[in-house]
């Protein structure tokens, strides 16, 4: 039996088979809510696609945080109802589970909402976008986000979500904060070492946990390495997991930092497979990587390998809502 098939337990959620539909940005909503193409369009990867699990865009947590003015919004009691008729789709229709990605932009947003302004943890300016320094944080207004975050994580539970991923990767606010490219702080919340510069991410997983509570999901996608001179390297992504793992995430979802979603002149299937398969070792909680997964021989080779427990097929299934399909046509083909 081939390992994409196999069954998997993400807390007290199992997820049917080993292959994901990462989060990926539609740019579809033009006033924060998700309209019915962009259910449609995540309803029918749920039924065709083959994945067990799909990890919805970035959703902004509030109008501060939001990155353009495309971006779907979970800020707002109002759109829980619009995300309910999503939910409820997927689970009549197909297998796969859903989980909902929260997020707040930082210093890499094109268009805060409301008046908002560009924020980091340091004034340096964000080397995973081009765009002047932000104003760095005070530390109540870091505590003001993470209830943010929290408020954000009780509305994808009442929308029918079956989890929620904090997004901590791709030179957002909170990968921003655990980069040494981007948080020169010297406050508890920098201090140059790995367990400061994630305390932001940590009181943020916890505020999610105490309002969701002990057996619903939580992920964070998370930027383990720049990849970069100076940066996150692959051994302070491992300490940063195991941390993680101790504050009770159920899902560390691999991928890039500073870097964003690709490597310089990498060109192989699974761009972080070999930080993801360094934090396997390492934790106990299942692991997800992704990153230029088009085929299923592809996937099923990292898992085979040990890279992770789950894998990502982003853009191949954004194009190809019936991918498994064409996939298992193309397997007869080759055999004939």
Known sequence: MEKYTEQLQINHLRVPNRLVMPPMATHKSGDGRIGADQIKYYTE?????GVGLIITEHSYIHPYGRDNSHQVSI??????????ALTKLIHEKSEAKIICQINHAGSRAKEPGDGGELVGPSAVENPSVKG??????TTSEIHEITGWFAAAAKRAKEAGFDGVEIHAAH????????????????DDYGNADVQHRIRFLVEVVRS??????????????FGGCDYMEGGSTIDDCVEACKILEKEGVDLLDISGGMCVYKRK????????????????????VPVLTTGGVKTLGEAEELLADGCADLIGIGRAIMRDAHWIENQKKDEVEDHV
């Open 208 to 221: 999610v946990r105490e309002m969701v509570g002990p057996d619903y999901p939580v992920a964070v996608r």
């Open 45 to 49: 990867r749920a039924m065709y696609s």
């Open 75 to 84: 800020a707002f009691e109002e759109n829980i109802e619009d995300f309910k």
């Open 171 to 186: 030179g957002y606010l909170l990968n921003q904060f655990y980069s040494p490219l981007t948080n020169l702080r010297t």
């Open 265 to 284: 002149d990498y060109t192989q299937a699974g761009y972080f497979s070999d930080m993801a398969k360094a934090v396997k070792q390492a934790v106990a």
């Open 132 to 137: 002047p320094a932000p104003r760095s944080l």
